[in-house]
């Protein structure tokens, strides 16, 4: 059954089927193949109950923020400010597209919308100042990723609705990896910079006057970060009221910087509805698979056969990262979790992993899947934003990157405290 099921959905992803589309194919032909009842016909009410989850709810609200913040040109101004402040680093506008997305993540929760926002205003900065187009355009995907570590980030809503964990928790265990892990790409930008120069670019050298000007634009995204995430530690709204809060405030500073009209409403309601309809799709359509996979016995098996290797907690961590590494190659990220973290977290967690640190862990491992070829969604995104182009450019650029996401998992596993530390002190 498990070869089965393995081999079909490699098949229908293999032959380009959308990943919603091809998850809920791969239930149908499951249902009749292994099942002696007909489960296709709970369709309808596991469609109903996944799409009422009221966490779920918080999903389209962060993406229209995000929509409101590209629209209305906050995002420009925001990586303007940033390229005045970093641009004197070896790499120079590479720090300004990873602080950028590192700045737009805290506000944006998606890391294809921090892709393109960034990208959108970045690249056509990669010609005009000399850049070492790869390297750039890789810090423009890896930056990306961030937006899902980063909290507010709908994968970890996505999580901690799989695994009944704390959202606000999950929230507080992203906030330094995702930093750190933000430091780690500057590393490596300053690195490779320093063995060749020429990678760097011209530099853009601005006074430190022109730079305390420039804060005010850093300034409306700072705020929005600090409505949400704070309103939410307050104890004032939950995580979906948060987001809901969110769009309010990022509405208010759009009139108020002359940027709202009927017609940019237009384009974030589009954008939100094109999104959102994406993500609920593979929720729904995972779930399906979820529930055919638990009914029919696979699931069980699955577990069973995994749990019955013996393996240490830290030979089993090495397993799940391998795993990870390996799927994310050919699934999308959302599709991805959904379908594996029924399955990883209870063995995971039976061999003592807290959830909450786990949680963080396997966003940073489905961030390397957003950077690594063939299916690496940040990679089809900064492609389409360039005018031409071979896509191996992007995919070179983000390889390095990938060290740093290694790097990263690996000092979450030998110092947990980087991600349990701030949930510990709030809880106590």
């Avoid at 499951?30 to 999903?59: H, K, N």
């Avoid at 990586?79 to 950028?100: E, K, T």
């Avoid at 300053?190 to 000007?213: D, F, N, Y």
């Amino acid at each position: 059954m498990i070869a089965t099921a393995l081999i079909l959905l490699l098949v229908l992803i293999g032959i380009s089927i959308p990943v919603g589309a091809a998850l809920g194919v791969l239930g149908l032909i499951l249902d009749p193949l292994f099942s002696m009842l007909p489960l296709s016909r709970a369709l309808g009410e596991l469609s109903w109950s996944t799409s009422t989850e009221f966490l779920l709810v918080a999903i389209p609200l962060f993406i229209m923020l995000g929509e409101v913040l590209l629209r209305a040109g906050f995002a420009e101004r925001m990586y303007g400010a940033m390229s005045l402040w970093l641009s004197w680093l070896p790499g120079g506008l590479m720090h300004a597209n990873i602080g950028a997305s590192t700045l737009f993540a805290a506000t944006s929760g998606s890391s294809v919308a921090t892709a393109a926002t960034v990208g959108t205003v970045a690249i056509p900065q990669i010609k005009r100042y000399g850049y070492n187009e790869p390297l750039f355009l890789g810090s423009i995907a890896a930056g990306g990723t961030l937006g899902i570590l980063i909290p507010p980030s709908i994968n970890l809503v996505i999580y901690g609705v799989l695994t009944n964990s704390s959202v606000p928790q999950l929230y507080l265990a992203g906030f330094i990896p995702g930093f750190a892990l933000a430091f780690l790409f500057m590393l490596i930008v300053i690195v490779a910079c320093l063995v060749k120069p020429e990678w760097g670019g011209q530099r853009i050298h601005a006074t430190w006057s022109e730079r305390i000007v420039s804060l005010q634009h850093l300034l409306p995204p700072l705020g929005i970060f600090l409505m949400v995430v704070g309103s939410i530690y307050a104890g004032l709204a939950t995580p979906t009221e948060a987001a809901a809060l969110g769009v309010f405030g990022a509405l208010i500073l759009a009139a108020g910087f002359r940027r709202l009209s009927f017609a940019m409403l237009r384009e974030v309601m589009e954008g939100t509805m094109r999104s959102t309809a994406m993500i609920m799709l593979i929720v729904v359509a995972a779930g399906f698979l979820n529930f055919v996979m638990s009914a029919t016995g696979i699931t069980s098996t699955l577990t069973e056969s995994i749990s019955g290797l013996g393996l240490s907690p830290g030979w089993m961590l090495l397993v799940v990262v391998i795993f990870y590494v390996i799927l994310g190659c050919f699934m999308e990220t959302l599709s991805m979790m959904i379908v594996t973290i029924p399955i990883v977290a209870p063995i995971m967690v039976g061999l003592g992993y807290d959830p909450i640190w786990l949680g963080i862990v396997i966003v940073v491992l489905v961030e390397t899947a957003l950077i690594t070829p063939p299916v690496g969604m940040n990679l089809f995104v900064v492609q389409s934003l360039r005018k031409g182009g071979s896509m191996n450019a992007v995919i070179i650029g983000s390889q390095p990157f990938v060290l740093a996401l290694f790097a990263m998992v690996a000092l979450l596993a030998f110092f947990p405290d980087l991600a349990m530390w701030l949930p510990r002190v709030f809880a106590g």
